[in-house]
């Protein structure tokens, strides 16, 4: 084991060896670059162009455009790359992640990496969380590209298709990853090649890249369009579950599953009128009932939701942030309406899904940056193939990380939490509470209110006000009570006093479920040399502590009193729950990455079918192809291999009549009589599109776009119905455990076969409507 940490430890030294050298030959090149006119400096830009068109690497220019990009950075926003800084751009140039704590700039690390692969003309996409980080960035760094002559565009959501295409044609262009994801799902659903937007996915940066790479990843993409009427089934069986006592249903606490107990079946029966609830029948009824329990006793509002407007808006567990346009699937979100008493949006169809997983792994290369990677390394390499290179801080890290304040109940931490905010606001040292939920940020504030201590509150609530909290947050006596979300991507700056009473204090009111989040929270102090501490404040009966800590702290918890303490087996023991909690994490996201597996192979072949279809004028060929595959079919569905591969005449052609082939016109068995199977296969594909072909030989042109639409429009709805289809299979296919069967293999098996048959059935769509094809001339008076 100590070999293996030692080979690791030594891999990553030479690793930072190599991007130090990098960086040493950039520093070597300032005084010449510095010494260029801003023309002749941009004129670097034209001139790496055609080295890379005469053959010329990307990794050739390297050293050079690092050097340009950094001295157009000093020109045009008045910021010099650090050493450190270039080392972050190099590894990200690798197609690997540049962890760098909080304050060291990484915004400005990545504008030499995104310059030096923009120069190859395909594009690069500068991937952030949030609409306000990504116009911000656009603006900001968009100085130096700018300057460089490169263009610089921003995508966002409200934008039309017009203004999109503007966007993704720019040598650079910021947008955010649901924004990216949603737009490549609708480019493969548009009907015409002039409507698409984006122009490939060639490189992707990826700010936050923990944050959009791994938290998001468990929620895929979903497009949904197509209203199913069931909005009255929700208000009954949420009406219902209002009506339940705890003795009604069981909640499994590490899972967060609910079921009714034989009480709670009793009662459904009767309630709903029924001799036997679970009888096939009730299917539907049973799964309605499932997700009102569900949304009345496991989702919170301000924890898991919020309601604005009228309406159910998800907030993000890790960020803290809301996530509007974004439902439940499966029902929960109607049935969290229902509860709520807002109006229920019907449920719809999927018609196009991916996973983050998968969408950022069609990128020919990815790379991002983050403050906190490390601890998820092992799924970065094995999910993304990227590596997480630590980049040392320009300046030591002077913060101090207490060890955390341990109450026996959640009363007594804040209590503690808030005598301490307290002492520094008294004090003047600023102050930054971070809480893991909407209603935990709310608690912290009537508090503070209470206790007379002016601060600002920054949630899901009030992110519009997100810069503006955090540009003071660093001030004498500011105390700001933030969740998760915490101003990730903007930096709390200190002033001169406040830097000299301490730096900023970051207080915890309790650990997140991952380290990962914990160590954003503490990375908000201690910037570039920075002083500060942070200290979370821990009680035994949080939701972590009850989730995983297990019995080991009861007899603790009685002897505990109302004292506090600070004690290494219980920050041992919190430390050992999270990694536990990440670990199934992880399995969550793995589970969710292999079931899309089966869907990506489905969907790459049939998107490249459909671009096929889009980018050709003429698919009287492809027509042609689904005849025979469909002729085919039919001819071996009348083959009996007991009696030497005997075909069955007669029944072929009564099988070509089903295919829309009227009896005058269909091949007479005279014709086929002795033939083999492939011979009779050939033959009467050759026949029936001879047939096709000479309705439509007179309107050979005009017919081009009236065939391609028909193929498109069977292609498109078959695949949408097949999608719907493989997300209920996905739903159901945990069950098949129950019967010893592999879950996960069934699914692949199923899944292969249903798609076989939408390929089979998009083929004899196609070719009944041409076969029914009447074309009648009409002649219009001169």
Sequence with gaps: MAGLLER?????????????????????????MASLSDDELRGKTDEFK????????????????????????????????????????????????????TGEGKTLTSTMCVYLNALSGEGVHVVTVNEYLAQRDAEWMGQIYRFLGLSVGFNARAMSAFQKREAYACDITYTTNSELGFDYLRDNMVTDVKDRVMRGLHVAIVDEVDSILID???????????????????????????????????????????????????????????????????TQL??????????????????????QDDEIVIVDT????????????????QAIEAKEGVPIKEETSTLATITYQNFFRLYDKLAGMTGTAKTEEEEFLDIYNMRVIEIPTNRPVQRQDLPDAIFAKPALKFNALIEEVKRLYDKGQPVLVGTISVEASELVHNLLVKAKIPHEVLNAKNHAREAEIIAKAGQVKAVTVATNMAGRGTDIKLSEESRALGGLAVLGSERHESRRIDNQLRGRSGRQGDPGFSRFYVSLQDELMIRFGGDKFKNLFETLGDAQIESKMVTKSITQAQKRVEGYNYDVRKQLLDY?????????????????VLENEDVHGIVRDMMDRVVESVVMANVDASKHNEVDYESVIQGLEMLGVTPEQNIKVEEIRGKSSDETASYCAEKLFQLYDDKIKDFREEFKRFEKNIVLRNMDRNWIEHIDMMDKLRNGIHLRAYAQNNPLQAYIEEGYEMFEEMQQRIAREVVFFAMKLEIQRTETEA
């Design 8 to 32: 690791m430890f030594s891999g990553e030294k030479r690793i930072l060896n190599r991007l130090e050298k990098t960086a040493d030959e950039v520093m070597a090149l300032a005084d010449s």
């Design 318 to 333: 890790f960020t803290g942030r809301t996530m509007p346009g974004r439902a439940y699937s499966d029902g929960l979100h």
């Design 216 to 282: 998001e990843s468990r929620t895929p993409l979903i497009i949904s369009g197509g209203a199913k009427k069931t909005a009255n089934l929700y208000l009954q069986a949420d009406a219902f579950a209002k009506r339940l006592k705890s003795d009604g249903y069981e909640i499994d606490e590490k899972t967060k599953q609910i079921m009714l107990t034989e009480s709670g079946v009793e009662k459904a029966e009767r309630y709903f009128k029924l001799d036997n609830l679970y009888d096939v029948d009730h």
């Design 286 to 307: 049973v799964h309605h009932i499932t997700q009102a329990l569900k949304a009345n006793y496991i989702m919170k509002n301000e924890v898991e939701y919020v309601v």
């Design 596 to 612: 899309d597996d089966v869907l990506r192979k489905q969907r790459e072949i049939m998107y490249e079918q459909r671009n096929y």
């Design 50 to 101: 055609k080295r890379y068109q005469n053959g010329e690497s990307l990794d050739d220019l390297k050293v050079e455009a690092f050097a340009v990009a950094r001295e157009a950075a000093k020109r045009t926003i008045g910021e010099y790359p650090y050493k450190v800084q270039i080392m972050g751009a190099a590894a990200m140039h690798e197609g690997d992640i540049a962890e760098m704590k």
